[in-house]
Every structure is written in C-alpha cells, then in structure tokens.
C-alpha cells in the first residue's frame, strides 16, 4: 500500500499505525519516518522489515485504517475482489484501477465495460452455517472490468457494489449472499432456494446479464459450461473463483478413507493415523504434481502434492493423515498429507483438486466404526467397506443390521449449572451388525412437518452392540451435532426414516432431570429409563459419584516419545490412573504424561474419579508402542537389519517382524513361527495366491511388496496385497497374519516372491 502527501511541506508519520481488518497485521511506523512535500511512502505487506505489515493483504475482501501518533483515524479503505496484477489508487480524488505505481503518481489501467461480464455460477441452497453465492465472470481475454457501481438484483431485490473491486481478464469472482457484513465481498441479498431470477446492470442501470433458476437442490450449484457463454447445467462440484468444469471418467478420484485407525495399518514414523487413497482409472500414469487435497470442516487445511507423485495406470495410491508428522514435500514411498481428519470430526470431509483449482472428487462423512474403511463400490457410490483395502481395489460393502435395532440410549439436556456444556442425544446399537444412520431425521416434534428438524448425514455408522453420540449446537456442519437444542425441562425425541411419512424408528418423551444427571436406559438399549450419570459414548451407569465429561482416547505411540492421556470430571477431587488394573504410581492428576515410552508402557489404562458421592471409572483407553526398525535395534542394540548376531539363521529384520530376539537363539517353537506358508483360493473369478507370516503388531515397516513370474525369470510383475486377515496366533503370541495377492487368470502357473521394507 502507498500513502501520498498532498500537502506542500515534509509530514512526519513517525508513530503512526496502519492496520488491515485481521487484528494482528498491524505495523507501527519507526521514529524518523517522514513523508516529503508532494511525496509518497510505500508501505511492504507480507515482508520482514519494521516498516512493513507482517501478512499479506487479502485479495478477495478486506479493510485497510491509518491512525496517527495520538490513534486519530486519518483515512481508511474499504475493498471488494481485486484483479490480479492491477492496483486501486486515487487519480483526482476518486478510487481508480490503476497499473501499479508504487513511488511515483498513478496511471489509470484500461479497463473493459461492464457489459462484458455474465452469471456464472450460483449456489442458493448451502449447507448449514455458509452463505449462499454467485459467481460473476469477465468475458474479456485481455482486460480487467471495474465491479464498483455494478448493480446485482434477486428478483427484484438489488445491489450496488460500493467498494473498489474490480475482475481480472477471463477471470471469476465469487460473491457472497450475507446480508449482516459489510465486507468488499459480500452482498446484501440472499439467493432463494426455491428459485429465483438473477439480473446484472452496468454502474447507469443498463442491463448486462439475466437469467432464472428452479428449486435448487440442497449443497449442488448450477453455472454455464463453458463459462460465460455455454448452457446452465447441473455442475457436481462447486468452483467459485475457478473455471467450470465436468470431471472427466480418466481423472484420479477419491477411492477410499480410513477415519479412525485404532489397530490397523502402522505408518511408517511409529504411528496408526487415518488414511485416504486416490485410485487412477486411467490407462496410462497420473502425474499428481500440483494436485490439492483440501478438507471440508471448521477450517480449511490443505497439502499439495510434490513433484513426481504419480499413481499407475489402473492403480492406487495410499495418503496417510496425520497432523502430528511434518506433511511430504517429497514423492516418498509413504506420503503424509498432515491433514486432521480423525475422529473428532472437526474435519469431515475430502476434496481432491486439480492445479487449476477445480474440484474433481469430494466426499463427506459422518461417525465412522474403528478400524472400517468407506470407499466406493462397483457402482460408483461410496459404503462401509467389508474390510480396509489401501493400494487394492476396494472390498465390497459390508452387509448392515436393520436400522430398528438402533436405540434412543441416553439424553441430557443444557441448563444453567449444568455438568456438561451442551445437550446430547446418544443411540446404542442392540444387534450385533453395524447399522447405517446416515439419512435419518432426528427431532424433537412429533408433528408431520416438525419431524424432520435434522437430519443425520450420510455415511454415518454405528458398530455392533456400540454407542455415538450427537451434541447440541447452532450454525454448523459438523456430522456430530444436531441443529436444535433439548428442554430441560421435559420433551420428545424422535428417530425417523427418511421416507414419505418420516416412519418412526425410536421415539419417546421424558420429563424433568436433575441439572447434573442425565437420563437414558439401564442396562444399554432396555427398556428400562431412568436418571445417569452422564456418559456419553459409553455404558449408562446410574452409580453415585463423578461424572466424565472427557474420557482418555486410545492412541499409539512411537518408542521413545512422550504421550499424554487426558480426563476432565467437573465433580471429582481426586484422581488414580490404572494400567491394566493396577495403580500407576504417582499418577492421581486429570492428566497422565509418559515420558520415553517403550514396551512396560503399553496397556489399557483407565482412570478413577472420586467425590464425596463414590467414585467412578473412565472407558478404557489402548496404549500401543511401536517401533520402527532403528528404535528396535537400539533396545536390543543390534546392527544391521541383514545380520544375525545369535546365528539362529533368523535375521535382525526378520526377528523384528516376527517379534522374536535377535540376541537369544529362536527356539523351535520360534523357528516354526517365523515360517512362512502359501495357499491358493477362488473367490468369483479372480484367483490369489495366499501368504501367512507370524507378524508383530509393534512392529512397523513402510510396505510389504509382491512380484510375480510364470517361469522364475525375469520379467517380475509388481503386485500388491488385496487385504489381510488374522488367522490365527503364533506359538509366540504374536498374530499369525494371512496376505492376498491377486493372481493373472491368463495362466495355470504363478510364482510370488515378498519383500518386506523397513
């Protein structure tokens, strides 16, 4: 930004503080600065100087305030979207698109008319807590077009843009429909989801643009195809601010997620995080360089990948999620986007985004079981999967219980002096199949039109015989929370199918509860009701005492790091943490910390709250330790994965995987566990080739490849396992772990051969 001084004598700004509408970019001018007669004063965002603003100025909408030494406000500007590669500067008093000047007086940029921009895209029907929005597009290849004084209507209802803003050549904005900001980019109308007509005039009212659209249906935009010019269609991914765009059949999509990873696959770095996986339908490589994928959630987090990550014709790639490792900026074998899709939902959704920022492929989710992945099946829509299959063509779908067999378990409503900070409605599942919720209608009216108040999304689960729990809350997507609130002092709560009638699933009525207590079935899914204890997620337990409000969570750790697990109880005094048990000394706070964790630190640890009233024990939370080869080699302070230090003829590698010594001779009982053996089976048409190894679930290797030949010879083709099951346990302990590798049909005579990597 630029200050210019118009006065004939030198200004001091020394002290003087330019701000933008983000509270923390702000800078204080050092002593000494002036101003010279007629002069001007550029003033750096985003740069390390002291004179210079710390972050950037926004290129869709912001506020920029001066305020001298004494915090008298001097001048201010208030800006809509700005065209890439121009400025706004004042030229005889009046803000103006300019070519960008800085140091020296303003030059106005040529500029196309007004009646060179169209309707571009539209969403009217958003979902809960976003604004509804209109794309507006620059039909001009080489100029920009000034949107100050551009009139946007809504049948009927109009707009004057009276901001500096201006579109790029070729370019699209987004505007947003919110009628309480006063935000550049923002319009005081709102975009009817029943339809509506559209209009644009030029700054004198001529008529530049018109068009009408029907009922729109709920998150789906439409827009012309291509932009500016083509038809309206139905488009299945919004692209505000991008080119519109039907994805092409060859394009890399979304495949299959894995939320909530609990005693699944390892990650390389000691860790077992969610994963996601992209498949390439094409029949030549993708080059995924410059790719995106972005979550949908509370914010917006994002990983590129790097130069030279591709995916094999027909092939898969597995992208593991985790927040707590440093994201890949390299293509290595084991990629790690960084992004926080877990189970705190949070984040509940995926979009995969080519480099010109279009979405190709976008997926949303509600609760997931542990351990269960989603993906798509063979036509084409997303299910729970019958098992994880990362790298592989997805499973089918598992096959779900009936949605009866779900249970209205336990309610609490907010109060005043409350335990717990929001109502909550908890389901439990009385059969032992996992149902879908995904679809149904939660409410708290029984009239016809009041019974669909909220309705849970989809991909929504609920394991055999286990609970979730959905939390009041306003102005949100999160899958987790219902958009109405519970009366305390007494109401309805309905479950319906999301039929023509809204069918009644589960229904019931409670009266008054005390503020801390909660009330639900004793035992789980009776038809018993009474007052609880609250504990959401968890076994009703009607016994005196504390109650949680925070139960520790399950984790897996790398050896030698440090971990916590952590309680919140708002009635208990004391606290005693257990490790399978027994009492961990020492440990009577809200919050256990391990420092330097190995082996005597795995285990199921539960904590113990206790008041005057009793005392009350927390759900148990799994600790695992896991190793990766170098963490493993220094406990037992060996060398080289290829060595065999006690001449058993098992190797260091092997030793680890198998979960054996390498100092101590295996016995034969051991020897026996590390071998490995080979089947073969049929399942439809596809044929596979079967391997079981005696595998340690501590231990951690980046992949288990495969190759096959007919003849033992050159070529070997790569393959990768399908799936894997446990079948067994060794005679060690340890998992006895089956792998399918999918066989050619084009021949009566396959050899495999494995390599395990550390």
């Known amino acids: 930004m630029e200050l210019h001084n118009e006065t004939g004598a030198s200004v001091s700004v ?22 010279a007669a007629g002069g001007y004063l550029t003033i750096d965002a985003g740069g390390g100087s002291p004179s210079a603003l710390p972050d950037l100025l ?26 890439a590669g121009f400025s706004f500067g004042k030229i005889a008093g009046t803000w103006s698109l300019t070519t960008g000047s800085p140091g020296a007086a303003n030059a106005a940029a040529s500029t196309a008319p007004q009646s060179r921009l169209r309707l571009n895209e539209w969403l009217a029907d958003p979902d ?54 006063r935000q550049g980019d923002r319009l005081f ?14 700054s004198n009212g001529d008529p530049v643009d018109s068009l009408t659209y029907g009922e729109q249906s709920p998150g789906a935009t439409e827009g012309r195809l291509p932009d500016g010019s083509g038809d309206i269609v139905s488009l299945p991914f919004a692209s505000p601010g991008a080119p519109n765009h039907l994805p092409a059949a060859t394009d890399p999509a979304l495949s299959e997620i894995l939320v909530v990873n609990v005693n699944g696959d390892n990650a390389p770095w000691a860790r077992r995080p969610a994963w996601l996986e992209v498949a390439n339908p094409s029949s030549t490589a993708a080059d995924l360089a410059g790719w995106q994928l972005r979550t949908i959630g509370n914010s917006t987090n994002r990983f590129t990948f790097p130069d030279g990550a591709t995916i094999a014709s027909a092939g898969y790639l597995r992208v593991w999620c985790d927040p707590a490792e440093a994201h890949s900026t390299s293509a290595d074998s084991a990629l790690n986007a960084g992004l926080p899709i877990d189970s705190d939902y949070s984040d509940w959704g995926i979009e995969l985004v080519n480099p010109n920022g279009q979405i190709i492929d976008r997926i949303t989710w509600g609760w997931q079981i542990e351990d269960r992945s989603i993906g798509r099946i063979a036509d084409g829509s997303w299910a729970l999967l019958d098992f994880p299959s990362p790298g592989a063509p997805n499973s089918g779908a598992a096959e779900l219980g009936d949605v009866a067999a779900a249970r209205i378990n336990e309610w609490f409503a907010d109060s005043a002096g409350a335990s717990l900070d929001r109502s909550f409605i908890e389901f439990f599942n009385t059969s032992s199949q996992s149902i879908a919720l995904g679809g149904l209608w939660l409410s708290d009216e029984p009239s016809e039109v009041g019974r669909r108040k909220w309705q849970i999304p989809g991909l929504t689960y609920i394991g055999g015989n286990q609970h979730v729990v959905f939390a009041s809350d306003s102005g949100t997507s999160r899958p987790d929370r219902f958009l109405f609130d519970l009366n305390s002092g007494g109401e309805y709560i309905r479950l319906g199918k999301d039929d023509a009638t809204t069918t009644v699933v589960e229904s019931l009525s ?8 909660s009330q639900g079935r004793l035992p789980d899914g009776s038809t018993s009701v009474g007052a609880l204890n609250p504990t959401p997620g968890q076994s009703n337990s009607a016994a005196p005492g504390p109650v949680f409000s925070r139960h520790p969570e399950s984790i ?25 048990g027994d009492a961990v000394t020492g440990a009577t706070e809200d919050t256990l910390t391990i420092t330097g964790a190995s082996r005597p630190n795995e285990g199921s640890y539960t904590c113990i709250a206790t008041n005057v009233d009793g005392s009350i ?13 170098a963490a493993w080699a220094g406990e037992f302070g060996v060398g080289a994965s290829s060595e065999d230090p006690d001449a058993d003829g098992i190797t260091n590698f092997a030793e680890f995987i198998g979960g054996t010594s390498p100092t101590v001779p295996a016995t034969p009982a051991e020897r026996a566990a590390a071998a490995l053996s080979t ?34 010879q050159a070529p070997w083709a790569p393959v990768a396992p399908v799936g894997s099951e446990v079948v067994g346990t060794a005679a060690t302990g340890q998992d006895r772990v089956r792998f399918h590798f999918p066989a050619p049909d084009d021949s009566t005579e396959q050899y495999l051969r494995l390599q395990l990597k550390p």
């Open 679 to 712: 089947g073969y089976r049929e399942s439809g048409s596809q044929r596979y080739l079967t391997v079981d190894m005696t595998l340690d679930r501590h231990a951690v290797f980046s992949q288990i490849a495969g190759e096959m030949s007919t003849t033992l």
């Open 58 to 83: 926004r290129s869709d909408a912001g506020e920029i305030f001066i305020a001298d030494a004494t915090s008298a406000l001097i001048d201010s500007v208030r800006y809509g979207p700005q065209a």
């Open 617 to 629: 024990s927390s759900r148990a939370a799994i600790v695992s330790i896991l190793y990766t080869y």
């Open 128 to 181: 809960p807590g976003f604004d509804d929005w209109m794309e507006i597009y620059n039909t001009e290849a080489a100029l920009p077009v000034v949107l100050t004084g551009l009139q946007v209507g809504v049948s009927g209802a109009a707009y004057s843009i009276p901001v500096p803003a201006a579109i790029a050549p070729a370019s699209a904005v987004q505007l947003l429909a919110d009628r309480g900001s």
């Open 556 to 580: 897996a750790v790398p050896a030698g790091q440090s971990f916590e697990l952590k309680v919140k109880s708002p009635n208990a005094v004391s606290y005693q943490w257990m490790r399978n």
């Open 14 to 35: 020394a002290g003087w503080v330019l701000q933008t509408d983000r509270s923390q970019n702000t800078v204080t001018l050092p002593v000494g600065t002036a101003i």
């Open 510 to 517: 409670y009266g008054l509860g005390a503020s801390q207590l």
């Open 189 to 202: 109308l709102k975009l009817p989801s029943s339809g509506a007509s559209l209009t644009l005039k030029n």
